[in-house]
C-alpha cells in the first residue's frame, strides 16, 4: 500500500519554528515529485513548495519564500519542511503529496494540484500566541 504520513505539526507562537516531515510507505520517493500543500479554515488548498526529483530544484509559493524551505533525503524516505518566522495567516492542515515525474517533461516540479495523485493525511499547524 502506497502512503504519505506527514509529522511535525503543533502549536507555535508567532516568529516560532517547525520542521515538518513526510514519509513515504510501499514506494520509494526517488522517482517521484513532492509537494507540500496547506488548507486554513474556509480556504481552498494551496500549494506552498515542491521538490523535484530530478534534480532538487524547488519552487516555492510567493506567501513562503525566504521562509519555508523544503528538502529531501531519500536515503531516509523522507521529505522535511522547515518552516521559519512563522505568522498566524500560516495556520493551517499542511498535507504532503506525490506525482510520478514521467507525467511531466522531465525537470522542475510544479505546484498544481491536480497532477499529484497520493496524499498524506494532513498534519495542524497552529501559529497563535
Known amino acids: 500500500q502506497l502512503q504519505l504520513v506527514e509529522s511535525g505539526g503543533g502549536l507555535v507562537q508567532p516568529g516560532g519554528s517547525l520542521r515538518l516531515s513526510c514519509a513515504a510507505s510501499?514506494?520509494?520517493?526517488?522517482?517521484?515529485?513532492i509537494g507540500w500543500f496547506r488548507q486554513a479554515p474556509g480556504k481552498e488548498r494551496e500549494g506552498i513548495s515542491c521538490?523535484?526529483?530530478?534534480?532538487?530544484?524547488?519552487i516555492y509559493a510567493d506567501s513562503v519564500k525566504g521562509r519555508f524551505t523544503i528538502s529531501r533525503d531519500n536515503a531516509k524516505n523522507t521529505v522535511s519542511l522547515q518552516l521559519n518566522s512563522l505568522k498566524p495567516e500560516d495556520t493551517a492542515v499542511y498535507y504532503c503529496?506525490?506525482?510520478?515525474?514521467?507525467?511531466?517533461?522531465?525537470?522542475?516540479?510544479?505546484?498544481?494540484?491536480?497532477?499529484?495523485?497520493?496524499w498524506g493525511q494532513g498534519t495542524q499547524v497552529t501559529v497563535s500566541s
Open positions: 503529496a506525490a506525482y510520478h515525474r514521467s507525467k511531466l517533461t522531465p525537470g522542475m516540479c510544479v505546484v498544481a494540484r491536480r497532477w499529484y495523485d497520493l
Open positions: 521538490i523535484s526529483s530530478s534534480d532538487d530544484s524547488t
Open positions: 510501499g514506494f520509494t520517493l526517488d522517482y517521484y515529485n
